[in-house]
């Protein structure tokens, strides 16, 4: 294949340049890019209403992963199941699609130290629907774990320490690869998130929010993140608008770049904030308990509506815990969480 012409963003008042590793050949060594960037810019119930009278204006499937079981609530009736369990010492990480159709897995198979499996499942029945070994280009990393676009026809997989992000088809073969900005290597601490329409958010060098359009050879700036800690950045379902923390607490900020506004607050600390399936309300991880010993540190879960306006999670009555029908306990997460239909 041949290379791409570079492509521009045409702007008066560009705040700088960005160089996009890009690779048309995913087989073949990295070409260099140059690219400008533009500069951008529930019904109230108690608090503790997971003992009784739990909402009914929520609507879709909550999945959190505690230790090696991921628990499905149904919050029809707010009853919980076992959505699927795990190996500890060979699943890396998991995904469902955004429709909640399908599941994937990575695995790190016995006796196998340079490539993963990937394996899709079909959710309805729990078949597998096909299963791929990933050999990453550069090096022999076992901890790549992928995630599904949209459509469900594509799966990006993060950085490790040898690759930058890599998007691969449904069947393992590898699309698109971006292995760096500015001269600068993606890296682990570097994330990529998938927006509608297989665009992709990058979050890069602990400074920047960038988005990038297939076939990603250009990088636009939606936000230059000035404070020393933030991330877990997630996305709504019509990709209009994104949470993440900053500090101890939950922000919110329109997929411009536009109206940055802190939505929790608490006597603790806030992780992440997954976006129900209509986009309505948020679901946060909160109250961290630290318990590395027995390996069951966690967030507990709770909901509030996604409107822009401030919550107190300690005593706000809109705040909802969330707490399954069977138990008068609270959810806990240890790991990913998600809202699907």
Not at 68 to 92: Q, R
Not at 280 to 287: A, I
Request: aromatic content about 10%; overall charge negative.
């Amino acid at each position: 294949m041949k290379s791409k012409t570079p492509v521009f963003v045409d702007c008066s008042n560009h705040a700088g340049s960005i160089t996009l590793s890009v690779n048309s050949d995913p087989m073949k060594p990295m070409k260099t890019i140059y690219a400008l960037f533009l500069a951008a810019a529930l019904s109230a119930c108690s608090k503790d209403s997971g003992d009784s009278g739990r909402p009914g204006n929520l609507s879709g499937n909550i999945i959190h992963e505690y230790t090696t079981e991921v628990k499905k609530i149904y919050l029809n009736d707010w009853s919980e199941s076992t959505y699927f369990t795990y190996n500890a010492y060979s699943t890396i990480d998991w995904d469902v699609s955004r429709d909640g159709k399908l599941r994937l897995v990575s695995e790190r198979p016995p006796g196998v130290y340079d490539q993963n499996k990937f394996i899709l499942v079909n959710v309805a029945d729990g078949t597998i629907i096909k299963e791929f070994m990933y050999k990453p280009l550069i090096g022999n990393s076992t901890n790549n774990s992928g995630e599904i676009s949209f459509d469900n026809s594509q799966i990006l997989i993060n950085p490790d320490y040898d690759n930058g992000v890599v998007i691969i088809d449904m069947d393992g073969q590898v699309k698109h690869r971006l292995d760096g900005i500015n001269d600068k290597k993606l890296g682990l601490g570097d994330r990529a998130r998938w927006l509608p329409g297989n665009s992709i958010l990058v979050s890069f060098d602990g400074k920047y929010l960038l988005k990038a359009d297939p076939p990603y050879t250009n990088l636009t700036l939606v936000k230059e993140m000035n404070y020393e800690q933030w991330g877990n950045v997630r996305v709504s379902r019509d990709g209009q608008k994104v949470s993440m923390y900053i500090g101890n607490h939950i922000y919110l900020m329109n997929i411009d770049g536009s109206n940055l506004t802190q939505v929790t607050e608490s006597g603790s600390a806030e992780n992440f904030a997954e976006f129900s399936p209509d986009g309505k309300h948020l679901l946060v991880g909160c109250e961290y308990i630290h318990a590395p010993v027995s390996g069951r540190s966690n967030w507990e879960l709770k909901v509030i509506p996604a409107d822009g306006k401030l919550y107190n999670l300690d005593n706000s009555d809109e705040v909802i815990p969330i707490v399954p029908s069977q138990t008068s306990e609270r959810a806990k997460v240890s790991g990913n969480s998600m809202w699907r239909p």
